[in-house]
């Protein structure tokens, strides 16, 4: 081809990955034909609660003010919240969509129940998902900071995505500093120049409100005992106070310097007032506490130091001590919790894994790293003409079969296509899936090969060890005529699937193509049917499904450059129709 040609040939196929990628872009939304998820939306019905608040008899309309429905007896008790983990959640993917799942927690925010409401994924995966008590069990260890330290998620086993997706979901629901239900006010400017005078602006870090001036230099630190204890009622109910701590000298023998107590002030107070202003004024009531570390107020016995209160507020006053007590320890807890996890996150194993993980919003498995490493091997296999052997094709083939395809089952698909369009890229699920996404769709445009069907795709790897020599038995060879119209079932099914997309976004394409079968563990009997099927047929006609019936692969075959992309095709015609149709509709 001289260079006009050859420029002629760029042009044409970059309009041609273009149209693609705009139709791709087109796809609607699984959750298109579903309510949109807003702060509107209803709380889960008392049936639905029932099952884990079997007393459940009522659920307040209006959220409080960590946007959970408070949940009542019969008597008009609280005795849960419950919430939604959508509108937060929208934007964390599965295979093919979000997933909404109800959270429900007890007075102290501990997780009591999680349980999935609603699905854009895939109903063999929703399914495998619903009946996997164990999953769902795990979560009964959470707090409302998400699990234990150095406790991953365990996703259920052939619906990895869907269940992690869920996951994250609660966590992203739940995740952040707790907001007190009767405190909610967060500290203003105002409020820390009454401490810092050059307070300028504030943030927040691991429950401290620290202050800063003009420049971004910390002036000082606050504690606020409303989010660590609101349930401490004195004479007529409870207190919030203000903790000023100052970092003391280092622990010998180590760089720790633990939180001293320099001053405390009530912020606010339910109680009596006249009791109140009695606390505020007795300076010998606070002399008991200033001067502490954190760690020792947290452990400290009022009985032991014989703390009495304030005379004529006893009541009041001790109500304070006690919540300075288990505020303290509270703190105190928490500190230890991030002090472990990151103690752990310093092995070089840990900080390995985060680093590639990108500081942990990445999950990466063992089967990632194995379809990773299949995936860097491919270029090295091309130089070396490796490919070529009989034997080390056979052996490659095997390997793609047992890593991609039953380890990992990371095929490349119509459902994943048109989900991942139309919802958003799980890449952080699943990095490795993604890269294959990644090398299926850019390595025909670019570099005019097709990797994934010539050497990643499981079905097809298993087409190529069975396929029949030209010689055997079962060689068939159809009549002209039927192959000349078979060769049209892929780009028919391709559009039909569009069309069927754009009209009804939320149908499930995965039982159009074999490849479900390769999650043997929830595949249902269809799937391992169709693929059965598909590979009888290719054990009579050499590469009978990928030639003739896999759509994947007709649209990846679309985007690969070769000697006549150049000239126009009718799919060029197809897809341009496509394009105009999706826009209008």
């Not at 202003?277 to 002399?287: H, I, L, N, P």
């Not at 699943?430 to 025909?444: E, G, K, M, N």
Request: proline share 6%.
């Amino acid at each position: 081809m001289n260079r006009q040609g050859s420029f002629r040939a760029t042009v044409v196929h970059s309009v041609r990955a273009c149209v693609v990628a705009a139709l791709l872009l087109m796809i609607p939304s699984p959750r298109r034909d579903m309510p949109p998820p807003t702060e509107a939306t209803p709380s889960p019905s008392v049936d639905v609660i029932r099952p884990f608040l079997p007393t459940a008899s009522v659920v307040d309309g209006d959220k409080d003010a960590n946007g959970f429905w408070t949940v009542r007896d019969a008597d008009g008790a609280v005795i849960g919240r419950v919430a939604r983990t959508l509108p937060e959640a929208s934007q964390i993917i599965g295979y093919r969509g979000p997933s909404e799942a109800m959270i429900v927690v007890d007075g102290d925010l501990n997780l009591i129940a999680v349980d999935l409401i609603s699905s854009a994924d895939t109903e063999e995966h929703v399914t495998a998902v619903e009946n996997d008590a164990e999953f769902f069990r795990q979560f009964l260890d959470w707090t409302w900071a998400g699990p234990p330290p150095g406790k991953k998620v365990d996703a259920v086993s052939g619906a990895t995505l869907t269940s992690l997706a869920l996951a994250k979901g609660v966590l992203r629901r739940i995740g952040g500093d707790v907001s007190s239900l009767v405190f909610p006010e967060q500290l203003t400017i105002e409020e820390l120049q009454g401490w810092f005078a050059e307070t300028s602006s504030s943030r927040t870090e691991a429950d401290v409100v620290i202050a800063l001036d003009a420049n971004g230099d910390e002036l000082g630190r606050l504690i606020r005992t409303g989010p660590l204890s609101d349930s401490i009622i004195g004479y007529q109910g409870p207190t919030e106070l203000l903790i000023n701590v100052e970092p003391g000298d280092p622990i010998e023998g180590t760089e720790t310097r633990p939180l001293i107590v320099a001053d405390i002030k009530l912020r606010s107070s339910f109680d009596n007032q006249p009791y109140v202003r009695y606390c505020k004024t007795e300076y010998g009531f606070w002399a008991l506490f200033e001067g502490k570390t954190v760690a020792e107020l947290a452990a400290m016995d009022l009985q032991e130091e014989r703390v009495e209160g304030v005379s004529g507020a006893t009541m009041t006053s001790m109500a304070i001590a006690e919540t300075l007590v288990a505020s303290a320890d509270r703190f105190h807890a928490r500190q230890q919790r991030r002090a472990e996890s990151d103690a752990k996150r310093q092995s070089i194993w840990n900080r390995s894994a985060e680093w590639l993980s990108g500081g942990g919003e990445i999950r990466i498995t063992a089967a990632d790293v194995g379809c990773v490493i299949v995936l860097c091997l491919i270029p090295l296999f091309r130089m070396r003409g490796w490919f070529r052997g009989s034997r080390i094709r056979k052996a490659w083939l095997l390997a793609v079969i047992a890593v991609i395809g039953l380890w990992s089952g990371n095929l490349i698909s119509l459902a994943l296509i048109s989900g991942w369009s139309g919802g958003g890229i799980a890449w952080r699920l699943a990095p490795a899936l993604a890269a294959i996404a990644v090398v299926a769709f850019v390595a025909p445009v670019g570099w005019k090969s097709n990797p994934y069907c010539n050497h990643l795709c499981p079905h097809g790897a298993l087409q190529q060890l069975i396929r029949p020599h030209h010689r055997s038995k079962r060689f068939w060879k159809p009549p002209a005529a039927l192959l000349a119209v078979l060769k049209y079932i892929p780009g028919t099914m391709l559009v039909v699937a569009y069309l069927t997309l754009l009209r009804f976004p939320a149908v499930d394409l995965s039982s159009w193509e074999p490849f479900h079968a390769y999650l043997y563990t929830i595949a249902p009997w269809t799937a391992l049917v169709l693929a059965g099927l598909t590979l009888l047929l290719s054990a009579l006609v050499p590469m009978g499904y990928c030639r003739l019936g896999c759509p994947t692969g007709r649209l990846l075959d679309y985007l690969r450059r070769s000697a006549g992309s150049d000239r126009l095709q009718i799919a060029d015609g197809v897809a341009i129709g496509l394009l105009i149709v999706a826009i209008l509709v």
